[in-house]
């Protein structure tokens, strides 16, 4: 599935022959930013980023079943295993929208991010880790209430801020993707300021490691 962006459609293609088996449009300046299935396969949620949209797609009749409105610009997001619900981060106005997938309506608004970029939901649908790319940190949210559990400081950017504070102040590059362990034990967040990964004990929601890479990592 290739999410076309200026085309405004998503596009199907067989992976064993290659050849692209249809497109289905979702409307006009729709600027879709990314699609995933649910978990049955059978629905395609997509983030409607030029529209504030959220979109869930019936694979059966192409057409679009569900639009959500969402706050500004929607990106990236990630659902829970069972598919009822998603979690999506609108770039412009640093709001979490949460989302009934089924009912296609917006549950609740979560605040308190900066340009929330990344999201992954534990295996077990409980607990949902955003990272923000404009912040140093990664939040965990109850995945079912959509509450705020904690907040997680990830690096020191201090000495980065002081040896360049005019490219700091105008470019900071927070944290791009909380990435899980397939157990969902671990989750690694690299600070691309800092030039560090953060081993996140998942359990206990503590920072168990922080461990120093190479210059702006972007993702684990």
């Known amino acids: 599935i ?22 289905i449009p979702l409307g006009e300046y729709t600027n879709a930013h990314m699609a995933m299935l649910n978990h049955d396969g059978k629905k395609l949620i997509i983030s409607a980023t030029g529209r504030d949209r959220f979109l ?49 309506r917006e549950l609740q608004r979560v605040t308190g991010f900066y340009s929330p970029h990344g999201f992954s939901v534990l295996p077990d649908g409980s607990k949902v880790y955003v990272s923000s790319l404009g912040a140093h940190e990664v939040a965990v949210l109850d995945a079912n209430s959509g509450r705020m559990i904690k907040r997680l400081a ?20 927070g944290i791009v993707n909380p990435t899980l362990t397939k157990d969902g034990a ?35």
Do not use: C
Request: proline residues 4%; charged residues 30%; aromatic residues 4%.
């Open 2 to 23: 290739v999410v076309n962006r200026d085309s405004s459609d998503v596009t199907i293609i067989d992976p064993v022959t290659d050849a692209i088996i249809k497109r």
């Open 56 to 104: 869930v797609v019936d694979l059966v009749t192409d057409k679009v079943e569900h639009t959500v409105v969402t706050g500004k610009a929607p990106e990236h997001f990630d659902a829970t295993p069972d598919g009822r619900r998603a979690f999506v981060g609108n770039m412009e106005d640093s709001t979490v929208s949460v989302i009934d997938v089924h009912e296609g």
């Open 154 to 173: 990830v690096g020191d950017v201090s000495r980065v801020a002081a040896r360049n504070p005019q490219r700091y102040l105008s470019e900071i590059k």
């Open 186 to 220: 671990f989750a690694y967040a690299a600070n691309s300021d800092a030039g560090v990964v953060a081993i996140i004990d998942t359990k206990n929601d503590k920072i168990v490691k922080t461990l120093k890479v190479g210059e702006q990592p972007w993702r684990a």
